[in-house]
């Protein structure tokens, strides 16, 4: 399973602090600890509204050249502002890159889809359109058929986009965790070509022990078919998970990931 | 005789059991009458409605509440004891006309503009119509004038609205500008809340209270209606 760091996100209130004062040491740290933990993207989040465009702008630029310096990790520049993300693009060097996200607003994918689509880029694709969040399967697939048929038309490879079948909190409503589910493997029979890719804890909002329900959730999602994990890679207990449940679907041959990791310094734990 | 049955509402109201059918904390509570059935009873033994809900609905959702800042209680549990309570109120509410009984105000509550996440206001408004007030729903990403329009038909006592995004916020305070501009700004008291929201920006917007969390929502909204009251 691919993962995607997320700690680097201005909507943690001490990372925004960090990213005002422009603190290296921290970013750095965080940047390296992801990096060393298993993560395969750092996703980055400068924040909305917090400034001026300008202000927004100029720490994206900041944001970018700092992590870039520490690793060689690709990132993932997470904004819906196509300002911003052109200005991360044009300051990030690397080759490989995701933005996140877009949905199937025609105004956002008619504006970051040929960003996207210009760079190479991967994709990730909210399902859902201007009417929020949709509680049925259905419409949330609908939403991904307009993704698809809109960035294909703009020269994307299906390969490119990485579909957020979304998740809403289970304990407002207790169906919510097979809508997601069920979302998923729905997007792998239609478009197979296409990856889906979800953030772990809007599931456990709202209950205790979040933790472990974010693991559980996340090892279900593996079996219907997810590729790809937002999280919190410092976290050993769920990058365990994350390799064991590559092992139990058939994406470790001879275990030899989960052997390795379990003697190296990843160590599963148990 | 009252005492029993308004002590048993109140405890089913704290198990969130809504009918007899459904499961209690305890082995042995599905076929015990839940809430609906013992409000029947109790309106069966002529027990005045406002005592129910004071002494039976509202009680048990007290409890509901100090058990959920204490973390003994969690989101589900609290939904559960809000639903059990909706369901109390559409049995009760033909037999207060015409009483006495001073209906609690009318809120309304809508996510703002370029904001879709709805889940915390959709909490509040479940609690809100457990504590016995009237709950339209305008939805999420609200036009400020579409708000503005529904307060001047509907004339709430309250206007709830929130925000989860930091670039979502400040449309908030576009309609407490706008309610000015409309000239209805004295005519309905605004409580604001979202996860960047805090007491100092409901200050700084000129709202009149802020919820931290459903039932800080709902203690707001209780507080300014006991003082508009005296």
């Not at chain 2, 109390?88 to 703002?112: F, S, Y």
């Not at chain 2, 509907?154 to 908030?172: C, D, R, V, W, Y």
């Not at chain 2, 200050?203 to 005296?230: C, P, Q």
């Given at each position: 399973?691919?993962?995607?760091?997320?700690?680097?996100?201005?909507?943690?209130?001490?990372?925004?602090?960090?990213?005002?004062?422009?603190?290296?040491?921290?970013?750095?740290?965080?940047?390296?600890?992801?990096?060393?933990?298993?993560?395969?993207?750092?996703?980055?989040?400068?924040?909305?509204?917090?400034?001026?465009?300008?202000?927004?702008?100029?720490?994206?630029?900041?944001?970018?050249?700092?992590?870039?310096?520490?690793?060689?990790?690709?990132?993932?520049?997470?904004?819906?502002?196509?300002?911003?993300?052109?200005?991360?693009?044009?300051?990030?060097?690397?080759?490989?890159?995701?933005?996140?996200?877009?949905?199937?607003?025609?105004?956002?994918?008619?504006?970051?889809?040929?960003?996207?689509?210009?760079?190479?880029?991967?994709?990730?694709?909210?399902?859902?359109?201007?009417?929020?969040?949709?509680?049925?399967?259905?419409?949330?697939?609908?939403?991904?058929?307009?993704?698809?048929?809109?960035?294909?038309?703009?020269?994307?490879?299906?390969?490119?986009?990485?579909?957020?079948?979304?998740?809403?909190?289970?304990?407002?409503?207790?169906?919510?965790?097979?809508?997601?589910?069920?979302?998923?493997?729905?997007?792998?029979?239609?478009?197979?070509?296409?990856?889906?890719i979800m953030g772990l804890s809007n599931i456990s909002f709202g209950l205790p022990s979040r933790k472990s329900v974010n693991r559980a959730f996340l090892l279900m999602a593996a079996?219907?078919?997810?590729?790809?994990?937002?999280?919190?890679?410092?976290?050993?207990?769920?990058?365990?998970?994350?390799?064991?449940?590559?092992?139990?679907?058939?994406?470790?041959?001879?275990?030899?990931?989960?052997?390795?990791?379990?003697?190296?310094?990843?160590?599963?734990?148990? | 005789?009252?005492?029993?049955?308004?002590?048993?509402?109140?405890?089913?109201?704290?198990?969130?059991?809504?009918?007899?059918?459904?499961?209690?904390?305890?082995?042995?509570?599905?076929?015990?009458?839940?809430?609906?059935?013992?409000?029947?009873?109790?309106?069966?033994?002529?027990?005045?409605?406002?005592?129910?809900?004071?002494?039976?609905?509202?009680?048990?959702?007290?409890?509901?509440?100090?058990?959920?800042?204490?973390?003994?209680?969690?989101?589900?549990?609290?939904?559960?004891?809000?639903?059990?309570?909706?369901?109390?109120?559409?049995?009760?509410?033909?037999?207060?006309a015409g009483t006495a009984a001073k209906a609690k105000g009318k809120i309304i509550v809508a996510t703002v503009k370029g904001d879709l996440h709805d889940i915390g206001k959709n909490?509040?408004?479940?609690?809100?119509?457990?504590?016995?007030?009237?709950?339209?729903?305008?939805?999420?990403?609200?036009?400020?004038?579409?708000?503005?329009?529904?307060?001047?038909?509907?004339?709430?006592?309250?206007?709830?609205?929130?925000?989860?995004?930091?670039?979502?916020?400040?449309?908030?305070?576009?309609?407490?500008?706008?309610?000015?501009?409309?000239?209805?700004?004295?005519?309905?008291?605004?409580?604001?809340?979202?996860?960047?929201?805090?007491?100092?920006?409901?200050?700084?917007?000129?709202?009149?209270?802020?919820?931290?969390?459903?039932?800080?929502?709902?203690?707001?909204?209780?507080?300014?209606?006991?003082?508009?009251?005296?």
């Amino acid at each position: 399973m691919l993962i995607i760091g997320e700690c680097i996100n201005a909507s943690n209130r001490t990372v925004a602090e960090a990213i005002a004062r422009r603190d290296r040491e921290f970013i750095e740290g965080m940047t390296k600890a992801q990096a060393e933990a298993g993560a395969d993207f750092i996703d980055v989040n400068v924040g909305a509204g917090q400034g001026t465009q300008g202000q927004e702008i100029e720490a994206i630029e900041w944001v970018v050249k700092t992590v870039q310096a520490v690793t060689d990790k690709p990132l993932a520049i997470d904004s819906d502002v196509p300002g911003i993300i052109e200005v991360a693009l044009r300051t990030y060097g690397g080759e490989t890159v995701m933005i996140n996200s877009v949905n199937a607003e025609p105004e956002r994918l008619e504006s970051i889809g040929p960003l996207a689509a210009k760079r190479k880029a991967l994709l990730v694709a909210l399902a859902m359109g201007s009417e929020g969040i949709p509680d049925t399967v259905e419409r949330r697939l609908e939403a991904c058929e307009k993704i698809l048929t809109s960035l294909t038309g703009m020269g994307m490879a299906a390969e490119q986009v990485y579909f957020d079948p979304l998740v809403l909190p289970i304990s407002v409503d207790s169906k919510q965790g097979l809508v997601t589910l069920k979302t998923i493997e729905q997007i792998k029979a239609r478009y197979p070509a296409a990856k889906t890719i979800m953030g772990l804890s809007n599931i456990s909002f709202g209950l205790p022990s979040r933790k472990s329900v974010n693991r559980a959730f996340l090892l279900m999602a593996a079996y219907v078919g997810l590729d790809a994990a937002i999280l919190d890679p410092r976290d050993d207990k769920t990058m365990s998970v994350v390799r064991i449940s590559d092992m139990l679907i058939g994406k470790d041959a001879l275990c030899k990931g989960y052997i390795k990791d379990d003697m190296n310094a990843l160590k599963i734990a148990e | 005789m009252a005492e029993d049955i308004l002590k048993l509402i109140q405890e089913n109201v704290i198990q969130g059991r809504i009918t007899k059918d459904d499961e209690g904390f305890e082995e042995g509570m599905s076929g015990q009458p839940g809430v609906t059935e013992l409000i029947e009873m109790a309106l069966a033994q002529n027990i005045n409605a406002q005592d129910i809900i004071n002494n039976g609905l509202t009680k048990g959702m007290e409890i509901v509440g100090e058990k959920f800042e204490a973390k003994q209680y969690f989101i589900p549990d609290m939904l559960a004891s809000a639903q059990a309570v909706g369901a109390a109120m559409d049995i009760l509410e033909p037999h207060l006309a015409g009483t006495a009984a001073k209906a609690k105000g009318k809120i309304i509550v809508a996510t703002v503009k370029g904001d879709l996440h709805d889940i915390g206001k959709n909490i509040v408004s479940i609690l809100l119509r457990g504590a016995g007030y009237t709950v339209k729903d305008l939805g999420n990403d609200i036009d400020t004038s579409t708000i503005v329009e529904a307060v001047r038909e509907e004339k709430p006592q309250f206007l709830g609205l929130s925000a989860l995004l930091i670039s979502t916020m400040a449309n908030m305070a576009d309609v407490v500008q706008a309610l000015k501009d409309a000239g209805l700004r004295d005519k309905v008291k605004i409580i604001i809340g979202g996860a960047p929201v805090s007491e100092e920006f409901a200050k700084s917007i000129g709202a009149d209270g802020y919820g931290a969390d459903g039932f800080g929502a709902v203690r707001v909204v209780e507080s300014l209606f006991n003082a508009d009251a005296t």
